[in-house]
């Protein structure tokens, strides 16, 4: 179809339905998208075959720094995405206009890896072409539009929803959907890692691509084993939001660096690669000599890395059963590893901002015993997870928000879908 008869479509409500499984709110999404095909149409002009995509980002529901010691995950796909509005161009250029950026535009015969291009969208959109293309899938030239609400800096991975997007896209409109949402999630990575030139686990892209709540075992990284867990958390009686406490980012490059460092000093120290792999009675019963030889700080992170994988199988099962109490309890216990074992609510080099440790005590005496709450993603600085009764949401933004400023607190839902083509009825 042609943008007029698109945004006919959308405003008579042919994607009632898709927008409200995908966002809740069908008024809203309805105004995003016909601004992002006028957007379209104002770079590229009118046009026949547009398409309408969409890729998520995501929260981590379970596993706070497993995921580099080839531990357990729980992931869950968000309502706040990166969209695309899309036209195949017959041609060997691939063009991407993103809301607020220059366009990036590129020869989908050249897709080497550029040096210049590290640290750039144009890379991950040619390492994903390059994916493709290395597993024997079509690609081809397209124009788009992209628009995103997935917060940067918030642990929401909007790096991994925009490469899930630009897969998305091509399997589409090139490979009529007949690529898995797990090749999607390592195209993504490849993308990520070699393109891009960020090390990432598997973990982001698996949960944009694959939806819902997304249970992984990343025991073997290039092979996970990965379980989808269909729940509606809304059944539970609380909302889920995450907290931005603000907070820089650009100097906490070493803080993460020393989770992982210190991390493989103990995996080695009791003769592995990796702590997934460790004995942990020989560790507990050789802490004496781990700390002497890896410090005190290394074996805490070691111990909330072992205890965590076994959360994450307590948090998997109670929601395959719906209980949601249980669920909660291991996302406080969680949290309370990562403040107490784990140490990644403020950075050590700048002790007096610790506004993750800020929000986590507000909403603790908040809720008062009530639902849960935890650090969410990296840490050190950025985003706290609540899970808040429904009745005391309202209450609870009013007073976190005077805090830490008004839009602060995001309303977010697990959506079902991961990376997804909008097809209307």
């Known amino acids: 179809m042609n943008t007029v008869e698109l945004k006919n479509k959308i405003s008579n409500g042919s994607f009632d339905k898709e927008f409200a499984m995908l966002y809740g709110d069908i008024d809203i999404a309805k105004a995003r998208y016909i601004e992002a095909v006028d957007a379209f149409c104002e770079v590229y002009g009118d046009r026949d075959n547009v398409r309408l995509f969409s890729a998520p980002g995501r929260t981590e529901i379970g596993g706070n720094h497993t995921d580099h010691q080839h531990g357990l995950v729980l992931a869950g796909s968000v309502n706040l995405d990166v969209i695309a509005v899309v036209s195949a161009n017959d041609s060997d250029v691939a063009r991407i206009k993103s809301k607020g950026y220059n366009i990036d535009e590129l020869n989908i015969c050249e897709l080497d890896i550029k040096e210049d291009e590290k640290g750039r969208s144009k890379a991950l959109i040619r390492g994903v072409m390059a994916a493709f293309k290395q597993n024997g899938h079509n690609i081809g030239g397209f124009d788009a539009y ?16 925009f490469e899930v997007l630009v897969a998305t896209i091509i399997n589409g409109v090139y490979n009529e959907g007949s690529v898995d949402h797990i090749s999607i999630a390592k195209y993504s990575q490849l993308a990520e890692r070699e393109y891009f030139g960020k090390p990432c686990g598997l973990l982001d892209q698996m949960a944009s691509a694959s939806g819902g709540f997304t249970y992984a075992d990343f025991n073997n990284p290039t092979e996970p084993v990965v379980e ?13 939001c995450v907290v931005d406490t603000g907070g820089n980012h650009a100097n906490l490059t070493g803080d993460y660096a020393d989770i992982t460092v210190e991390c493989r000093a103990v995996s080695n120290a009791l003769g592995v690669e990796f702590l997934r792999d460790a004995n942990q009675d020989k560790f507990y019963q050789s802490i004496a000599e781990i700390r002497a030889k890896c410090g005190d700080r290394a074996v805490l992170r070691a111990m909330h890395i072992f205890d965590e994988n076994n959360r994450v199988t307590t948090q998997k099962n109670a929601l395959k059963r719906g209980d949601f109490n249980t669920f909660f309890a291991a996302v406080k216990r969680s949290g309370e590893s990562s403040y107490d074992l784990l140490q990644n609510v403020y950075s050590p080099s700048n002790p007096k901002e610790q506004a993750i440790s800020l929000g986590l005590a507000l909403t603790k005496r908040f809720l008062n015993g009530r639902g849960a709450y935890r650090v969410h993603g990296g840490g050190f600085a950025g985003t706290i997870q609540c899970y808040i009764p429904n009745r005391m949401f309202d209450e609870y933004k009013a007073i976190i928000e005077k805090v830490f400023g008004a839009g602060s607190c995001i309303k977010i839902f697990v959506r079902p879908v991961g990376g997804y083509e909008l097809k209307g009825d």
């Open 146 to 161: 992209t628009t995103s609400n997935v917060l940067k800096g918030s642990g929401l991975s909007s790096s991994a929803a």
């Open 228 to 240: 989808k867990i269909n729940l509606d958390l809304s059944q539970s009686g609380h909302t889920l």
